[in-house]
Every structure is written in structure tokens, then in C-alpha cells.
């Protein structure tokens, strides 16, 4: 029976050999087919050929692998290659090279998906090349299609555009994310997300609080940003005090209600034994009923990380000095300059996905012992 990993070596096969016998594209009004393209060809010839063996399971193991690893690879540096020549129009035969390069690199990340291994080290590899891989990948897709359909750069520019861009305006992205994220988002994280656990201290000492200012916290954080954010403009000056603001109300609810969760979630069994040893509130906070609630706590700390991010560049929006990323992105569309909003876009991607990542490794620390983080091989 054929699986799923012969099956995308004979998708990607039989669309490298319909690519040898269809046209790949016209250069000054001739006609050309794959014949006049030497690494195209090879690579058409060296596709086709793995595919067959690979449904014929003839490679396997490591050989399978560092083939996979080579193979869609050359055939993206030859399909970027052709991008470059001038006055030309791609057809069929390009596109279905470019699908049998993409199913090659799917069935290469679908091999080292399927690893497994006792050292943490070599786990950690494999953790970290999938979504690589899978990230490149979707870069190369990107830049092949816009690029080879021509699409206009004002609507969607290539990604070596965006990095051309991103490498010359260095200096300007920096002091961006100085204003928006060292300043708004850092500092209004710590805030909303402090404040909130501290407020939750408070709630489940007082059931009058707990009903009193959770409705409260649950109306603020059904407040629209667009409507808070110029009110906090108004308030706080254009400054990045007014978008530190709006980020501490979009951290402070999630945080709140999570801490709140996390508190209770303490069985009644672990309560009474705490009290049988003649542990106090602070005891009993401290050293059960935190520890219990730090998988809650995290997942507050991770979804607001993300949200402080949305949170600070939305707010720019309606009024700062003519420094950070939300500012850039709306005085750059406006201007056409497209590349310019994409690699602020990069930038904010780039940082929400550390500052994400840095939660994650600090949580992993903190709840070795929960059982979504045990190993049991």
C-alpha cells in the first residue's frame, strides 16, 4: 500500500516529468522549453529519478535524508535563477517545476518530523529545522510567485525587496523599536501584567472583590482599541506613556482572569492538607496554591505578549512623535513605500516571536514537573 510519503514522491515526480515535455516560458516573443535551461533540466532529471526510487523505497535512512536535504534546495536556486532573466514570461512547465521543488521540500520536512531520538540535543534539532525549513520555504514561495506572475510591488513586494529595504534602513527600524517595544510595549507589559497579578492576590482574599471587579475588568477588556487609544493619546501626552497605557489595558484582563483560575483550581484534598499542617494563608499561597497556578499565569504572559505588541502599534496610530513602528507603517503607506511597511511588519514579527519564545523557555523552567513538559522515554 502506498503511503504518504510515496505518495508526495510521485506527485512531485510526475509534475518534474510534465514539466520536460511542457514549455517553460517565452523570452523576447521565442518560445522555450526546459531543453534550453541546463540546471532546470538536471534538476527535472534528478527529480524524477528520487521519486521513483523513493516509491520504491531504493533510499532510505540518512541517504534519503541528505538527498531531500540537497535535491528541492538546488531546484529553488535554479527556479530563482530564471526570475533574473529579462523580458520574459514563465508558463506551465516553470509552475510545475516550482510544485514538484515545494512537494520535495514537504516529503524533506515530513522525514524529519517523523524523528525520533533519546538525546535531547538532537530533539531540539529537529524542534528547531521543521519550522526553518518550513519558514524558508514559504519565502521562496513567496518571492517565486510574485516575482513570476509579476504581481505589482505596491500591493505585495518580493521578500529580497523587503530585506534590501530592511538592510538599509537599519538605523531607522531600530530607533522604531526603541519607541515601540523597549518603551511602550516592555514597560506596559510589566505593568498590566504586574498590576493584574497583584489584583488577583487581592480578589481571592475578598469574595466581595472577586464579584465586584472581575465584571469590571471583563467590561474594560471588551473596550475596542480604536476607541481607547486616542481617549490615552489625549491623556497621556503622544509620548510612548499613552501607548504603555493602552498596552496595560489589553495585558491587564487576560492576566486577571488566568491568575484568578489558577488559584482555584487547588483541590480541596491539598487545601485541608495544608491546613493539617497549620500552614497560613501566605504559606498555603506560596508554596501550593502559586505553584499550581504558574501553568495558568504563563499562558496570561504568553498571549499577552503578543497582544502588548498589537496593542503599542495600534495605538500609534493616533498620534505620536514621528518615531516608532505603528507610526512608520501608516506615514509609509501613504507614501507608497510598501517595502518599508513590510520590514517594519518583519521587525514587529521578529520581536513578538523572541519576546514569545522567551516566555516559553522561562515557563518550561519554572513547570518542569507539569505533564504537558514530561518525557517518557
Known sequence: MINFRQTLAIMAGGLALIAILLPLGEVGGVSQSLWNDSGLMVFAIVGVLTSVAIVLDKIKGQIADLVMVILPHIGAWFLLSRLDVAEQQLSSGYWCLVISAWLMAWLLVDQLSAKTSRSQGVKRFYNIIVPVLFGVWLLILWEVVVRGLQVPTVLLPPPSMI?????????????????????????????????????????????????????????????????????????????WHSKAAVVIIMTFFPMLVNTVAGLSITSSIEKDMMKTYAASYWQSLFKLRLPSALPFIFNALKINSTLAMIGAIVAEFFGTPIVGMGFRISTEVGRMNVDMVWAEIAVAALAGTAFYGIMVVIERACTFWHPSFRSWN
Open 163 to 239: 530585506g534590501e529595504r530592511f538592510m538599509a534602513s537599519t538605523d531607522i527600524l531600530w530607533a522604531d523599536f526603541q519607541q515601540t517595544f523597549l518603551k511602550a510595549v516592555l514597560i506596559g507589559y510589566v505593568l498590566g501584567c504586574g498590576s493584574a497579578f497583584i489584583t488577583a492576590i487581592l480578589i481571592d482574599r475578598s469574595p466581595f472583590l472577586q464579584r465586584g471587579l472581575l465584571p469590571i475588568g471583563n467590561l474594560v477588556s471588551a473596550l475596542p482599541i480604536i476607541g481607547v487609544a486616542p481617549i490615552m493619546v489625549m491623556w497621556f501626552g503622544f509620548d
